[in-house]
């Protein structure tokens, strides 16, 4: 997964991207696009909001598998990069 790398939370293995932002609005909408996707999927990331970037962070703290990142992650992460693509897609109106 591009953009995406491997670090650790809590000693336990996360994947972490930091998306960059130029205005704090837009990377506060980010956010709250994400905490839907989390909300919707009962999976919540690490999140840190700064002015001009969010960085998100999945993985698994409990689960029957033991801890780490695991396919939910990294579906998860994909759609992060989704969201990220469209609200950076200018909308046209005619």
Not at 10 to 20: K, N, P, S, V, W
Request: one cysteine or more; hydrophobic letters at 45%; proline letters at 2%.
């Amino acid at each position: 997964m591009k953009d995406w790398n491997i670090c650790r939370y809590d000693d336990i293995e996360h994947i972490e991207r930091i998306y960059a932002f130029k205005k704090y609005s837009t990377a506060l909408a980010f956010a709250n696009a994400v905490a839907c996707l989390a909300e919707l999927n009962g999976h919540h990331p690490r999140m840190v909001v700064e002015w001009g970037k969010v960085a998100i962070a999945w993985g698994t703290h409990q689960s029957k598998q033991g801890s780490g990142v695991f396919e939910k992650d990294r579906v998860l992460a994909q759609r992060c990069d989704e969201l990220f693509e469209q609200l950076l897609r200018p909308v046209i109106i005619s």
